[in-house]
């Protein structure tokens, strides 16, 4: 496939693997038993976080929400945002955004035929490239509120200014009503799952992009101008799990913090 480099694994496809989708490569396979050995949750860490996506895609749909932007999308290959919104909603329209040529392609081969929505390759910190796309102003209205979605792509961004001005020129384009979803790891209070998950954020510099994990005081900082919805900024299972929580009290659910804040 063009563009695609087969010597990295990337972490569209190496995600894609762990949460058990079926568009990855030897080189990815590798560089994810690596990881799950040096922390074994990271598996259930990664289904933990799509299921929150899906969970918070449908809160945003039945609060009325219409329009999805999912900024750093990745593999649709385990269920897309477009059929989680839809199962609440037909109406919704989605766009979707990635860096990755792969996921990027992939998508395209999936969305086929998917009237109302469509994947843009773009990094989404370019935020005018993104929003002035001619798919995103065919699909998404800015005048009406769009839920912002950036699950475990914010922590591709090195710099935490970059990081936290994108947040902030994406909600400054949307309306009241609007919704942020938000996922980023952090290193949690246990030192020992710390030093595991420091493991694999070291092993990320061998990827196509490096992860970086952050604290909670910093990630709580990007909701400051929006009203946090219950219960707030927790681990991804604890976010309104229903009976939906992959693990009990494992010490995995200390890798990712979630939450969904409201634009007033
Ligand atoms: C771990 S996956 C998360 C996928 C999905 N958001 C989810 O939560 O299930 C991270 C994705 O973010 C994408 N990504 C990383 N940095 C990005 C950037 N600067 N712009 C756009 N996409 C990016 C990667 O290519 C990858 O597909």
New binding site residues.
């Given amino acids: 496939m063009p563009g695609v480099d087969l010597s990295r694994a990337s972490?569209?496809r190496v995600?894609d693997y762990l949460i058990g989708g079926g568009y990855n490569f030897a080189v990815d396979r590798e560089w994810a038993a690596e990881a799950i050995r040096r922390m074994p949750w990271i598996r259930a860490a990664a289904r933990s976080?799509?299921a929150f996506?899906g969970r918070a895609v449908r809160m945003c749909a039945e609060e009325g929400v219409r329009q999805f932007l999912?900024?750093?999308?990745?593999?649709p290959t385990v269920q897309s945002v477009h059929e989680m919104a839809r199962a609440v909603a037909p109406d919704c329209n989605v766009v979707y955004?990635?860096?990755?040529a792969v996921?990027v392609a992939h998508s395209q081969l999936t969305l086929e035929g998917a009237d109302g929505t469509a994947i843009i390759e773009?990094?989404?910190?370019d935020v005018d490239h993104v929003l002035g796309h001619p798919d995103t102003r065919r699909l998404l209205d800015l005048d009406q509120p769009v839920a912002l979605?950036m699950?475990?792509?914010l922590y591709?961004?090195p710099d935490p200014d970059l990081a936290a001005r994108t947040v902030a020129r994406y909600l400054d384009a949307v309306p009241s009503g609007s919704y942020l979803v938000l996922?980023h790891a952090t290193l949690g209070q246990d030192q020992r799952d710390a030093m595991k998950l420091g493991g694999v954020l070291e092993m990320t510099k061998t990827l196509t992009?490096s992860a970086t994990a952050r604290t909670p005081e910093w990630i709580s900082a990007l909701l400051a101008d929006l009203d946090v919805v219950e219960p707030g900024l927790v681990y991804t299972s604890f976010w309104r799990p229903g009976g939906l929580r992959v693990l009990d009290e494992t010490p995995w659910h200390d890798s990712v913090l979630a939450a969904v804040g409201r634009k007033p």
Avoid: Q, W
């Fill in positions: 972490p569209s995600y976080n799509r996506l999912d900024l750093g999308s990745g593999i955004v990635d860096n990755e996921a773009s990094d989404m910190c979605l699950t475990a792509s591709y961004i996922s992009s």
